[in-house]
């Protein structure tokens, strides 16, 4: 995830950049950059790799000056390069800018700058900021900051630095982390605690909609209509550790409660205004070109797989193609049926998984299109396929998946509604209805995550239980296989997940009195089946606990309890109903004293076969 970091005083700016920007080195990037302001000019550093890299090139020539600021980019729009790295300037070199988060107009602003003379030298959609205040720029950098804001829609955190105002840092927020460090005759910006703790533990967090002019001995804070915000000082009492995990005891947990954000990020742009079709200007395809397609393979590992299996009834459900989910290591050696009409897609998060990798290699041999779903910029499937979506997740810390979990279960969402837009195969109003719902997951996904006290109960109460099964039918099923993958690899229960259809062909002889069985029962078409699959479990004597869609009365009679969360249509209800089993599984760990972000004998990316 990218980092921001500033500083104004009667210090250097350079050495604390440097610093600052090391101690966000934990979040993940690829390329990196600052901007120091001295006589009239801004200089401007970057490159792209580690920030060894950015040392290296300013070694003996570190840019001179006491006001500055810096970044670490993690690509999103446009590939990882020195061009694309941050800071980035106007046309005149008289505007610096880092960014964190996604302008969603950018085109459009981008194309109106383009038109009336301005000259872009990056892919980036942060570019347009700098060119923009350009533009707007009256002689007051303050107002013509909030010119360009009333301009911008998307989630960002930015910091910008003017040449004709050098004594002042002017930053913003919405939806993305930004706090400012209070010295003693300097002052420090930075996207996340870690990079001041340093220098200072005083700090003001930077509310969504507030802007900061940040001098050397002032800040001066603003809300959205230009009212001063009085602000208490928040004491940061974290050690560097607890810091980087933003104050949560694991990053996994910290990632759990990312998911609001790294949806709301992976839809961005990505939905047109009226809520009734799917961008995807990444991928460009034709009616023609969908038609083609007479079969998807979707091929992943672990919870990618996972992802692939909702994937299938997406792309089924909504665009009527059909599709065979495999995993990559099996994949590769069955000799499966492909050609020239078939499109191949596989899910990675790292990007760099060998078995996903080579099963891509196998698919484009054999003559298949291919696509690939990852959330890392320029990583190794992302180069090999011949297109790419991204999950804007940020970058994923834990072993265990959480929020790049959902946010492919999001793109393969989209990716099912945009060939059923391409292909006929949706009624409008039944699209109309399902975006307008999906805009609507990421506060629903905030809510769920809101009481997480019943989910500890439990977790406290079955902690020590051996087996642990996980039960539903259609897509509770294929999240019932993600629940019980989450709390075997973390907790070491052996959990195992059944079509709860399918229970009674074998497995039913597992359940005895007081296993627990978590039964998931959100999927609407398939309800009264899978009530009578939990009275078969309940009937052995099985503890069921259940999760429903809020609402539900009935689930209630049959199971011991009931995790409710948010209603929506029941294809996008696994984005809500994996939230309680990725928790569970979380808390069930530290009940067992697991180590919850190192499990054993796994690694984050996996590339070995
Ligand atoms: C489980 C987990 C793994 C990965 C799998 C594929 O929590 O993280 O199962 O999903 O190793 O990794 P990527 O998505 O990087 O290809």
Not at 122 to 142: A, C, I, K, Q, R
Not at 557 to 562: E, I, P, Q
């Amino acid at each position: 995830m990218c980092g921001i970091v500033g500083y104004i005083g009667s210090n250097q700016a350079a050495p604390f950049l440097i610093e600052g920007l090391t101690k966000l080195e934990y979040r993940g990037y690829d390329s990196a950059g600052i901007a120091v302001l001295n006589d009239q000019i801004i200089c401007v550093e970057k490159t792209v790799g580690r920030l060894a890299a950015l040392e290296e090139k300013i070694e003996g020539k570190t840019p001179e000056g006491c006001i500055g600021i810096g970044h670490t980019r993690w690509a999103t729009h446009g590939r990882p390069s020195d061009t694309n790295s941050h800071p980035h300037t106007d046309c005149h070199g008289d505007f610096a800018v880092v960014h964190n988060g996604i302008i969603e107009n950018y085109m459009e602003l981008k194309e109106d700058l383009i038109s009336k003379g301005h000259v872009f030298k990056s892919e980036t959609d942060t570019e347009v900021l700098p060119h923009l205040l350009e533009e707007l720029y009256n002689g007051d950098f303050e107002a013509s900051v909030r010119e360009v804001l009333k301009r911008v829609e998307g989630s960002y955190a930015i910091v910008f630095m003017s040449k004709k105002d050098p004594d002042k840092l002017i930053c913003t927020k919405q939806d993305n982390p930004l706090v400012i460090g209070l010295g003693d005759g300097e002052n420090f910006v930075a996207s996340d605690i870690p990079a001041i703790i340093s220098r200072t533990r005083r700090t003001y967090i930077v509310n969504d909609g507030e802007l900061a002019v940040v001098k050397k001995d002032s800040v001066w804070i603003t809300n959205s209509l230009g009212e001063p915000v009085t602000k208490k000082v928040f004491e940061v009492n974290w050690n560097a550790e607890a810091a980087e995990k933003g104050g949560y005891e694991h990053f996994m947990l910290k990632e759990i409660h990312e998911q609001p954000k790294a949806v709301r990020d992976t839809l961005s742009s990505r939905i047109n205004k009226d809520n009734s079709a799917v961008v995807l200007e990444e991928l460009g395809w034709t009616e023609e070109y969908v038609n083609s397609f007479s079969k998807v393979f979707i091929v992943a590992c672990g919870t990618a797989y996972h992802a692939g299996l909702v994937g299938k009834y997406y792309i089924e459900r909504m665009a009527r193609v059909p599709v065979e989910v495999d995993i990559a290591s099996e994949f590769r050696y069955r000799q499966p049926i492909i050609d020239d009409n078939t499109l191949t897609i596989v899910v990675s998060q790292s990007g760099e998984t060998i078995d996903t990798l080579a099963a891509l290699k196998e698919a484009k041999r054999l003559g298949s299109k291919t696509l690939a779903v990852t959330n890392v910029v320029g990583s190794s499937i992302a180069r090999e396929a011949d297109q790419v979506i991204y999950t804007w997740a940020g970058p994923e810390i834990a072993v265990a998946s959480t929020k790049a979990y959902t946010t492919q279960l999001i793109v393969m969402f989209l990716l099912g509604a945009y060939m059923a837009g391409l292909r006929g195969t949706v009624a409008p109003r039944r699209m109309k209805e399902l975006l307008t719902m999906l805009r609507n997951i990421p506060a629903q996904i905030s809510e769920t995550l809101e009481d997480v006290e019943p989910i500890k109960v439990f977790a406290k109460k079955y902690g020590f239980n051996n087996d642990v099964f996980f039960i539903g039918r259609a897509l509770d099923y294929e999240v019932a296989l993600e629940g019980s993958l989450k709390l075997k690899e973390i907790s070491y229960i052996h959990a195992e997940a059944y079509a709860a259809g399918e229970l009674k062909h074998g497995t039913l002889a597992l359940i005895t009195q007081g296993v627990p069985v978590v039964a998931l029962a959100t999927q609407k078409s398939v309800y009264d089946k899978t009530l009578s699959n939990i009275k078969e479990v309940k009937a052995r004597d099985a503890v069921v606990i259940g999760i429903a869609a809020t609402g539900d009365t009935e689930l209630e009679k049959y199971a011991d309890h009931v995790i409710f969360v948010p209603r929506t249509d029941e294809l996008l209800i696994p984005l809500l109903a994996v939230l309680p089993l990725q928790l569970l599984s979380y808390y069930t760990a530290i009940t067992r004293g697991a180590d919850v972000d190192k499990p054993r004998n796994l690694a984050k990316s996996v590339t070995v076969e």
